[in-house]
T-cell receptor
Framework: EADIYQTPRYLVIGTGKKITLECSQT?????MYWYQQDPGMELHLIHYSYGVNSTEKGDLSSESTVSRIRTEHFPLTLESARPSHTSQYLC?????????????FGSGTRLTVV | GDSVTQMEGPVTLSEEAFLTINCTYT??????LFWYVQYPGEGLQLLLK?????DKGSNKGFEATYRKETTSFHLEKGSVQVSDSAVYFCALNGEDTGNQFYFGTGTSLTVIP
C-alpha cells in the first residue's frame, strides 16, 4: 500500500515539450527527494527538499526544476524535454531526524522523450 | 565522503540456491544500513535495515549483519525463489549526512526454475 504517489506511471512525449511529474505523499514527511534512475539501474539524486519553500539541487546536475509549496506535494518540471531526459524518475520521502527508518519510495515515472 | 560499494551483477541462480550479495561501505561514525529491493516496473521497497554494529536485519528470509570491523552489510538468503528476481540496492544513512542516503549501484538477480 503506497503512501507516496507518482503520476503518470508512463509518459511518452515529444522533444521541446514542457512536462511536470507529480509526487504526493500522505505521511506528513518534511523531507522529499527526486532520483533519476539510469538504464544501468544506478540512482542519482537530482533534487531534494527539507520542507515547504526549501529546495536544493542534488549530486547530479539536472535541467529540471522543483517546487515545494505544500508539505505533501513535490512536483518536478522539465521546461523543454530532450531525448537525454529519457529515464525513470523516482520520488521518495522521509521523516526528519529519523534516518534509520529509511526512505519511502513512489512507484516511479518512466519518461520517454522522442 | 560516505559511499557504498556493491557487488556487480547480474546474478543468475537456480531456485533454492544460496544467495549472497556483497556490500561494503565507507562512512564516518556509525551509519544506519539498509537493503532495498526493486521489482520490475516498480519503485524501491525497504527490505531490511540495521542501525548499529552487530545488528542483524531480516525480512522475507533475507538477512544482513552490520559488521563494523569489515565495514560490510552483505545480503544473504538460504533458498531463493523465482519471485525474488529483482534489483537489490544497498544503502547507508550516515550520522552527518542530514538524512541523505547513499545508494549502491544495484545488483540484478534473476532466479530460474
Amino acid at each position: 500500500e503506497a503512501d507516496i504517489y507518482q503520476t503518470p506511471r508512463y509518459l511518452v512525449i515529444g522533444t521541446g515539450k514542457k512536462i511536470t511529474l507529480e509526487c504526493s505523499q500522505t505521511m506528513g514527511h518534511d523531507k522529499m527527494y527526486w532520483y533519476q534512475q539510469d538504464p544501468g539501474m544506478e540512482l542519482h539524486l537530482i533534487h531534494y527538499s527539507y520542507g515547504v519553500n526549501s529546495t536544493e539541487k542534488g549530486d547530479l546536475s539536472s535541467e529540471s526544476t522543483v517546487s515545494r509549496i505544500r508539505t505533501e506535494h513535490f512536483p518536478l518540471t522539465l521546461e523543454s524535454a530532450r531525448p537525454s531526459h529519457t529515464s525513470q524518475y523516482l520520488c521518495a520521502s522521509s521523516v526528519p531526524g529519523q534516518g534509520n527508518y529509511g526512505y519511502t519510495f513512489g512507484s516511479g515515472t518512466r519518461l520517454t522523450v522522442v | 565522503g560516505d559511499s557504498v560499494t556493491q557487488m556487480e551483477g547480474p546474478v543468475t541462480l537456480s531456485e533454492e540456491a544460496f544467495l549472497t550479495i556483497n556490500c561494503t561501505y565507507t562512512a564516518t561514525g556509525y551509519p544506519s544500513l539498509f537493503w532495498y529491493v526493486q521489482y520490475p516496473g516498480e519503485g524501491l521497497q525497504l527490505l531490511l535495515k540495521a542501525t548499529k554494529a552487530d545488528d542483524k536485519g531480516s525480512n522475507k528470509g533475507f538477512e544482513a549483519t552490520y559488521r563494523k570491523e569489515t565495514t560490510s552489510f552483505h545480503l544473504e538468503k538460504g533458498s531463493v525463489q523465482v519471485s525474488d528476481s529483482a534489483v537489490y540496492f544497498c544503502a547507508l544513512n550516515g550520522e552527518d549526512t542530514g538524512n541523505q542516503f547513499y545508494f549502491g549501484t544495484g545488483t540484478s538477480l534473476t532466479v530460474i526454475p
